[in-house]
């Protein structure tokens, strides 16, 4: 079941790194990426570059959690790790309701959604534990 989550948010944030690299090959207009508050394409190159580092990462954090990759923090970091991913898109979540553009408003269902995911899997994994 955990497995099942996690690449379920894996396939979710491939999904949101494609809408970015759409952004920054302007195959998408950058004005309705970040509530509309870009200003120019240094900007749009910033947020991008920094919004995918994160979605990789959490990408790589899971990957850990699920045991398909060799290396791996313990368990105690990679738990921090993702319970602070989830404060974060519970943030975003916010920030995306206020949001100028309507397509970042709609995000505000996918950061949600994301937030849920993680906390089903730290929540998942306790109460195995707890179980065994």
């Known amino acids: ?15 949101g790194l494609v809408f970015h690299l759409c952004v920054v090959s302007k195959i998408i207009p950058y004005t309705i990426a970040w509530g509309g508050r870009l200003q120019n394409d240094t900007e749009m190159y910033v947020f991008e570059a920094i919004s995918m580092i994160i979605q990789l990462f959490l990408i790589f954090i899971l990957l850990m959690k699920g045991n398909k990759i060799n290396y791996k923090f313990s368990n105690k970091v990679i738990n921090c790790i993702l319970w ?14 206020f ?22 899997i730290l929540i998942f994994e306790k109460k195995n534990k707890t179980i065994a």
């Open 84 to 97: 602070i991913y989830s404060i974060l898109f519970l943030l975003n979540t916010v920030g995306n309701i």
């Open 1 to 15: 079941m955990i497995n099942k989550i996690i690449h379920t948010t894996i396939i979710i944030l491939i999904i």
């Open 99 to 120: 949001a100028v553009t309507t397509l970042e408003k709609f995000f505000a269902l996918i950061t949600i959604v994301l937030s849920i995911l993680i906390i089903m």
